[in-house]
């Protein structure tokens, strides 16, 4: 399939760069020679970008929309864990972790994001399950990298099911689409043992680490408690923060910290929403250098609405801060899977990047530019103008409708499954409590 995208406004944030042009599409690449029978696609008076990157995502939560509350208010950061999260993950079986990954992936594709970094927890079935969550993301016809939370919170045993299932996955993936890293839940939840051999094992296998970092006050606690220095330096200390590792959130963090991450070369993923609803404070994230990126947390799959929260949540105390800012954070997550991928032009509309774009319209009411890009993302686009989006050359949703996955009938699955995991968690099956 080689399409012409005829009559578009194509516009690439990476490049600041927004010009009136035909795109072609060749061999799943942006540009190439298109054949004579090339399909062409109407997209005049439409939008042409990159698709967008969610750089933290949790996809095993989207079955838990509208589950009922726990028993009382959490009253903090970690009893939102226990009450909520850490009993979600341990009721998941293998067909609630496939359906979750499903339509989280689906949902992500609508709304205009073409590349997802997830985070994996399902204690009661770590084996096998990240080939769940990436079949999932291949069906749905998604970029994926995913990971499996290490954690200690079961035992070192459930730790070690966790290196091991990372590794499995890591040798023998070989879907075209999706990669591994080497996951881990938090340093509050690692001990020195099982930090040593997740770290060892993903540095023998060449994969970088994705890890929870400071999202909470606790997580600076426990490691000044157990460890005596802040969670940053014990993580440098162990090898597990260098170039190319991944952390989510960085909110409590000092400058010391700070300049230890931006020096190290790891990217941060950003989650201004998530880190509203769980009221674990704001991020510095305009101090923690160029690799910062945007994720959700789990909250959805819609970038566009991660951004806007992202730049309203810095003018709430920074006026000095522009649009361009939080339209760099959103272009930053193609950085990252460009990294791990081995494909540095992707996120950009030139020619030879990987063809994962999106098309929107937003019947333009004011003049776009590259001069006013950021403003119009910020306050004009939203998922609701994602018309068509395209991955690795491939058509998966076009007029709004998923090309590859009925949406209705998922749903259907979904709203019998979801009650069903609901119930295991309200009768306690699965695993037991944690062990903190
Ligand atoms: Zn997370």
Redesign the pocket.
């Known amino acids: 399939m080689s399409p012409v995208l005829h009559g578009g406004l194509l516009a690439d944030p990476a490049r600041e760069l927004v010009i009136q042009a035909d795109l072609g599409i060749s061999g799943g690449r942006i540009g190439g020679v298109p054949s004579d029978d090339a399909e062409k696609v109407d997209v005049s008076g439409c939008v042409v970008m990159p698709g967008n990157v969610c750089a ?1 995502h ?1 996809l095993y939560s989207s079955l838990a929309r509208g589950m009922p509350g726990p028993s009382r208010a959490p009253r903090n950061f970690v009893e939102i864990l226990e009450l909520i999260w850490w009993r979600l993950d341990r009721a998941l079986d293998a067909e609630s972790i496939r359906l979750s990954a499903l339509l989280g992936a689906v949902e992500a594709a609508c709304a205009g994001t073409t590349s997802i970094t997830d ?1 994996h927890a399902s204690p009661s079935v770590i084996d096998g399950s990240l080939d769940l969550v990436a079949d999932a993301v291949q069906e749905a016809g998604l970029r994926a990298v995913v990971c499996y939370e290490v954690t200690d919170r079961h035992g070192e045993e459930g730790g070690r099911a966790g290196i091991a299932e990372n590794a499995r996955f890591l040798r023998t993936n070989q879907r075209p689409l999706v990669r591994g890293m080497a996951g881990a839940h938090a340093s509050f939840t690692i001990g020195p043992a099982t930090l040593d051999a997740l770290v060892g094992a993903a540095r023998d296998l060449g994969a970088p680490l994705h890890i ?1 970092l400071a ?1 909470d006050g606790c997580d600076q606690q426990d490691s000044l408690e157990r460890y005596g220095e802040r969670v940053v330096h014990r993580l440098i200390r162990a090898g597990a923060l260098g170039e190319g590792d991944l952390v ?2 960085g909110v409590h963090l000092d400058d010391s910290e700070i300049d230890g991450l931006v020096t190290s070369g790891a990217w941060v993923a950003h ?1 201004p929403r ?1 880190n509203m609803n769980n009221g674990v404070g704001g991020a510095r994230a305009s101090d923690m250098g160029e690799r910062v990126a945007l ?1 959700t ?2 909250l959805d799959g819609d970038m566009f609405a991660e951004a806007r929260a992202c730049y309203l949540k810095r003018r709430e105390s920074d006026l000095n801060a522009g649009p361009e800012w939080a339209q760099r954070l959103l272009s930053t997550g193609a950085g990252l899977v460009a990294s791990v991928f081995g494909e540095p032009a992707l996120g950009s509309l030139e020619a030879g990047a990987p063809a994962d774009l999106i098309v929107l319209d937003p019947h333009l009411p004011t003049p776009l530019s590259d001069a006013n890009m950021a403003g119009h993302l910020l306050f004009g686009m939203n998922a609701s103008h994602v018309r068509d989006v395209m991955v690795a050359g491939r058509w998966i949703v076009r007029d709004r409708r998923h090309l590859l996955i009925d949406e209705a009938s998922l749903a259907a699955r979904c709203r019998v499954a979801a009650p069903e995991l609901w119930g295991r968690i309200a009768d306690g099956s699965g695993l037991g409590a944690p062990k903190l």
């Open positions: 933290h949790h985070h929870h999202e989510a959130h989650n998530s994720g947390d789990g």
